[in-house]
């Protein structure tokens, strides 16, 4: 093992696979209505996403009761509201967003885009009644 991050060969599989490889650029043009531009495949043990909204655009209110999720912003501008805070999105703007938080995303001026990235989860259902808090 070297000191770059781990044998080569255990490397090797990131830079076999163009499905691994995502052009943040890409998702940054303001050429994106809104919505995820780029997904990790699944079948690991993370979920990533690269989300671009466009200006105004929002992700609804909800609660998430299973992961606790970390957005990392690309470009753009934009506000996190999560249990009652309000967090200014900017690039280089880091954030944890802890299970069972309460949260929606706005974009304000040209757009947001951001890393999203928590541990796998089962498929999201719509309506279903949050799991005991005590697992």
Do not use: K
């Amino acid at each position: 093992m070297n000191d770059t991050g781990g044998d080569p060969a255990c490397w090797s599989h990131v830079f076999d696979h163009d499905e691994l490889v995502g052009s943040l650029a890409d998702a940054s043009d303001g050429q994106v209505a809104g919505g995820v531009v780029w997904s990790l495949p699944h079948g690991g043990g993370l979920d990533a996403n690269v989300v671009r909204l466009a200006a105004n655009g929002a992700i609804e209110q909800h609660v998430n009761d299973e992961v606790d999720v970390l957005l990392v912003v690309w470009s753009g501008a934009g506000e996190l509201e999560t249990d009652g805070r309000r967090i200014q999105l900017l690039p280089g703007t880091v954030a944890l967003v802890p299970r069972w938080s309460r949260r929606a995303i706005v974009a304000h001026g040209a757009g947001l885009t951001y890393l999203s990235a928590h541990p796998a989860r089962g498929p999201m259902v719509i309506g279903r009644p949050p799991a005991s808090r005590s697992d």
